[in-house]
């Protein structure tokens, strides 16, 4: 199978898996790689026409998963551009990779400088979600060896105070939950006035959760922080992609899931974790609240 045949088979959406096309893929990494690079390049240059549902394209999705796969450093600029694009642009393109898989393929592909993957973070045109992957990203760096865990902690203070300063609350609960999970002793005072001042929502992460979390003890946090990370990086890209919902049809009613669909449901196993299901949880909520809201205005 040529490179050109497997680029071919990635561009247009058909509800099936590419599985032997991804193994050739591999099997050509090197050869590869720089055209995956350019498929990003390209995404990146024209955003709003990859974006477009009707265009049906999915190769920047392989593209960005078997990157991430490959490590590949040269790769990590034109990401984080990409995920950095204003308003809702990366999570039209990606959807729920933002929040299943942003976080690990940024690490992957930064060779060890946090540098982007910060500026990722305080880019206040950038869509919170991958903002809030970003910072996800940086507490891995611990596991990684990238970071310690006490400039981690350290970067996450001066991230609350500055969010507490600006008013800005949206990515203050998904700092709090990788706090938690780094072990929360030397930052409760932060994270008890996070709560106090009403910047924290409790329908991400409880109050209850810290207590647990210190009765744990700090190895025992890093522990489970380093299983769980490490469960996701021994995937094999098959195992990543495979399940997805996009290539799981309905066979029954005979129809492809549509492009919107494709690109909600476009998961790692990673976006089963907690703050996922809690992201989906507060989101709930709020669509609850203003239901209800609308439904007083109508009376």
Not at 91 to 115: A, E, P, Q
Not at 265 to 288: E, G, M, Y
Request: hydrophobic share 40%; net charge negative.
């Amino acid at each position: 199978m040529t490179i050109n045949e497997i680029l071919a088979s990635f561009e247009k959406y058909d509800g099936v898996y590419k599985r032997q096309e991804v193994s050739a893929a591999i099997a050509l990494q090197d050869e590869i790689t720089p055209c995956f690079i350019n498929v990003l390049k390209d995404v990146l240059a024209d955003p709003e026409k990859y974006a477009d549902q009707e265009n049906n394209y999915f190769g920047h999705i392989y593209a960005f998963m078997l990157l991430g796969y490959f490590r590949e450093v040269e790769a990590h600029d034109v990401i984080v551009d990409i995920f950095s694009l204003p308003g809702k642009l990366s999570g039209d393109l990606f959807g729920d990779c933002v929040t299943g898989n942003l976080h690990v393929v940024l690490l992957n592909t930064c060779g060890g400088y946090l540098t982007r993957i910060k500026e990722l973070v305080q880019n206040q045109d950038a869509d919170e979600y991958c903002r809030g992957s970003a910072i996800e990203s940086v507490m891995y760096g611990v596991i990684e060896g990238f970071i310690s865990r006490e400039e981690v902690l350290s970067y996450y203070r001066d991230l609350f105070a500055e969010y507490e300063k600006s008013g800005e609350s949206s990515l203050t609960a998904t700092l709090a939950c990788c706090v938690c999970d780094l072990y929360p002793e030397e930052l409760m005072p932060v994270i008890i006035r996070a709560y106090d001042a009403g910047i924290v929502d409790f329908a991400y992460i409880s109050r209850e959760e810290f207590d647990e979390a210190l009765a744990k003890g700090k190895n025992k946090c890093l522990q489970e922080l380093y299983e769980k990370f490490d469960r996701v990086q021994s995937l094999s890209v098959h195992d990543s992609m495979s399940w997805w919902a996009s290539f799981n049809q309905d066979k029954k009613a005979g129809k492809l899931l549509s492009t919107s669909s494709i690109k909600n449901h476009s998961k790692l196993n990673l976006a089963s974790t907690v703050h996922v299901a809690k992201k989906a949880k507060a989101k709930n909520k709020i669509a609850k609240k203003s239901r209800k809201a609308n439904r007083k205005k109508r009376k």
